[in-house]
């Protein structure tokens, strides 16, 4: 890479590490929300057990981690396998019709704005390349990404960390506390940890940092209070003698 | 579209030979045999391998007195551009509102461009080929030679016959 194309370089680097954002936001606030809801309702069944509580919460973030990130990797791997066969099929395409590819990449330049002849000259050079042709082909008109952007693997270990992350706040105060005291430090930190998740994700996505951050949080609380709502319900109706 | 024997229509255009743009018309074909076809536009890439596959017989044609003329409803301008680009040696009619090649019969009313169709007229101005292919197939200039070269022998000329391979 020659020195003045660094900042390319990085620009193209932060696009990929903002891809990879989109695995580490979802894992992190699946894993808050969904142990918080677990632990507040185990609470509402058992509010003077916290190592109870504890246990189920470990259990379940490993569980569902482990659950997500095999769904990521899964999923990931499906589409990548989808992608694949599609680009594929649009090389059998090129290669039968190569000048289909060429008029088709000659009308996009024109739409973009270039006038007929300068997108002419300009698809004509690129076409001196069969593997550049294709490669503009694929992304400019058929709006193919390249496979190697897609990292199964990376993205469900992504996945799985950043869900055991977010469940580590509200399981936590269960492991040095217990009672109302645990609950609602398990509450408060993870309604933290979700406000800088959404803080962190409205900042990287350009949008309002605060908007983005009060509206994770409400979802927590929210959560937080349904879940211990039904395990309230259930240890009534249920574990009561 | 016209056929064999049908004169030709009288039009009148703007056309640009290497820089020179001058006024066209069926006037010019009179007294020399003439190829003339239609082409969908400049600056696309079929009609390139046509209009270039032209351009290699130029000499061959000129020693058989005859001329090629291409038109298309593409401007003036993007003709002087298009020949730059290609080094075309024969001229291009600019038959921006499509009349010529709804004379002849082989407007694309659709989308107004022509059809990729050749007609071979001999110097009485009368339709002595015709051929019409569809927009995504490129007509054969080696055939449109062959077929000038046999009516212009005067033969009775059995399929593919070709006065150069006969002598």
């Known amino acids: ?241 | 579209m016209l056929s064999i024997n049908d004169k030709v229509p009288s039009f009148s255009a703007l056309g640009v030979n290497g820089s020179a743009t001058r006024e066209y018309s069926d006037k010019d074909l009179a007294g020399k045999w003439s190829i003339i076809f239609f082409y969908p536009e400049d600056f696309s890439f079929i009609c390139p391998t046509e209009v270039t596959g032209f351009n290699r017989h130029i000499e061959e044609v000129k020693k058989l007195d005859t001329q090629i003329i291409g038109i298309s409803v593409d401007p003036v301008d993007m003709h002087k551009e298009w020949i730059k680009e290609l080094g075309i040696k024969y001229p291009l009619i600019s038959d921006e509102d499509g009349k010529i090649a709804k004379s002849f019969g082989v407007l694309d009313e659709a989308d107004n461009r022509a059809h990729r169709a050749t007609f071979i007229i001999s110097p009485q101005l009368n339709i002595e080929f015709t051929m019409v292919t569809s927009r995504n197939v490129g007509r054969s200039v080696e055939e449109t030679m062959r077929v000038l070269r046999a009516i212009q022998s005067g033969n009775l000329c059995p399929a593919d016959y070709d006065p150069v391979k006969e002598e």
């Open chain 1, 1 to 241: 890479m020659s020195k003045n194309l660094a900042p390319i370089e990085q620009v193209k680097s932060r696009i990929e590490l903002k891809g990879r954002a989109r695995e580490f936001v979802f894992g992190m606030q699946d894993g808050l929300i969904s142990i918080l809801g677990l632990v507040a309702g185990v609470y509402g069944a058992y509010p003077n057990q916290g190592f109870i509580v504890a246990v189920i919460g470990i259990t379940g973030a490993f569980a569902a981690a482990i659950s997500m990130a095999v769904g990521s990797l899964l999923s990931s791997e499906a589409e990548r396998d989808l992608l694949l066969a599609e680009i594929n099929q649009a090389y059998e395409h090129f290669k039968k019709e190569p000048y289909l590819a060429q008029e088709s990449l000659l009308e996009e330049f024109m739409n973009a704005g270039l006038d007929k002849p300068t997108a002419y000259k300009a698809v004509k050079v690129i076409s001196s390349n069969e593997t550049v042709l294709f490669e503009n082909f694929k992304d400019s008109v058929l709006g193919l990404p390249s496979v190697e952007d897609e990292n199964p693997y990376l993205n469900a270990t992504v996945m799985f960390f950043a869900f055991v992350l977010g469940a580590l706040f509200p399981v936590t105060p269960f492991l040095i506390s217990s009672g109302s005291m645990a609950y609602y430090t398990a509450i408060g930190i993870t309604g933290i940890a979700l406000f800088s998740l959404g803080f962190l994700k409205g900042y990287l996505s350009n949008q309002s940092p605060l908007k983005s951050a009060s509206k994770f949080f409400i979802i927590a609380v929210f959560a937080g209070f349904v879940s211990e709502g039904v395990g309230n319900l259930v240890s009534q109706y249920y574990l009561s003698p």
